[in-house]
């Protein structure tokens, strides 16, 4: 199977050059040609396989210059007990008998990034191999709390890779910043920047588009990599929990044989909901698409109209991972639902890039609205809905803010059409990494330290915290290094001699 760019169909890449590049040099996204399907007797003997072996299976349909070997050693390095504190990978939790919860946060850093960034620095070092690429791959990660610590412990001491998180001195919050400064592995460095995410980030792509210190870099054997959603190595293993997810509940006798789940997605840069859609590609029998914003509606607006408006005020909110005016992975949807038009997709980017704005023709907006139901949740109905959930004695289930805005739009999607079919929405992040959000929204005090709100979430609601967040106090700091934005270029350069 060949790989082409959202911008230029006629390309064909293997997928291990495509995980190399990350990105299209024509500033496309990576797909398959075509989406393998999964057929109903193959979803069924799914249903007795572990988390690892379903991994395998959807992999392996689309990596097929990796050999099964490759992928099973893959899967069981990302997904082992030593990383996951949960057997199941991405266990379900049952609310009734037509909603449940996927939680996809019980990886090393406890939000569901972990379920991709586990995989890809995998499947970036045998691309380089295979690719006969001598040289190590640097990551380079601007991040603004939960990207750079999944990050890092995906690609802690994995070979043939080097990686450097920068983070806004005072952007992130003081559970994130230990998580990260505490980081072990013997090819990692982080670095505070004085100034915002923004800051950070521009800086980050500064290197990126600085030829000089390409070839500084590639002259000590060096080349620049990312890890941003966009790769489809992240992608991937995200179609992988659909259709684990699917297998659990038809094996529990809580769906019936072929019947449709809906899946409601708490979303920011479309990804995840994207592979949602693509194992409904594949054959899982996904009914409707619900796409779950905070109070940063972009994505439920063209949703809902067909009109794309980066041009609106940001707000920075209680769910931080989806505070987001643009979606990249959107532009892949935008590429399946044209029928693989590249210059159609072009033309929607080009108008996005020089005026923030493009609506996309009738044909695709009736897919759209056939496929997807968006909502948007605000501020005080999250911390509403974690209350509720908390406090209902046939639930009693807590929840983080990000998890709560997609509870709460998929109650507006029952109520709005009264599709009350079997759901699942995702759960992306441990209540534990935004505790004082969560204790605000349960009536607690929530003023204190990092360290003692997690115990006191704890003390309070009886509910474990992951064990890496429990402990992560008496861990030694090792990065303490801060520069002025202007100075990455430095950093990078005096961290890889
Ligand atoms: C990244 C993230 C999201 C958004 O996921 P996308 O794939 O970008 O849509 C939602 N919740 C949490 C906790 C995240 O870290």
Known sequence: MRYLSTRDRSLRYTAAEAIKQGLSRDGGLFLPEEF????????????TMSYQQRAVEVMRLFLED???????AFAEAAYGSDKYDDPAVAPVHTLDAATHCLELWHGPTSAFKDMALQMLPHLLSASLKKTGEEKTACILVATSGDTGKAALEGFKDVDQTKIIVFYPKDGVSEIQKLQMVTQEGKNVNVCSVLGNFDDAQTGVKRIFSNEDIRATLNGRGYFLSSAN?????RVLPQIVYYVSVYCDLARDGKLKAG??????????????ILSAYYAKCMGVPVGRLICASNKNDVLTEFLRTGVYDRNRHFYTTMSPSMDILISSNLERL???????NDAEVCSY???????????VSDSIFSRVRELFWAGSCGEEETLATIYRYYEDPDKRYLIDPHTAVAANVLEQYRAETGDNAPA???STASPYKFCNHVLRAIGAPYQGSGMELIARLQEITGVQAPWRLAKLGEKGIRFTGSTEKQDMEMVVLNLLK
């Not at 393998?36 to 249903?47: G, N």
């Not at 990796?66 to 099973?72: A, F, I, K």
């Not at 935008?334 to 693989?340: M, V």
């Open 334 to 340: 935008l590429y399946a639902l044209s029928d693989g």
């Open 259 to 272: 019947e449709a789940l809906n899946i409601c997605v708490p979303t920011g840069n479309f990804g995840n």
């Open 36 to 47: 393998p399907s999964i057929e109903p007797e193959q979803l069924k003997a799914m249903e």
């Open 229 to 233: 959603s966009i790769n489809w190595g």
């Open 66 to 72: 990796y050999s099964e070997e490759e992928l099973q």
């Open 424 to 426: 699942v929405f995702a």
């Open 349 to 359: 980017m080009e108008q996005l890039n020089t005026v923030g704005r493009y609506q």
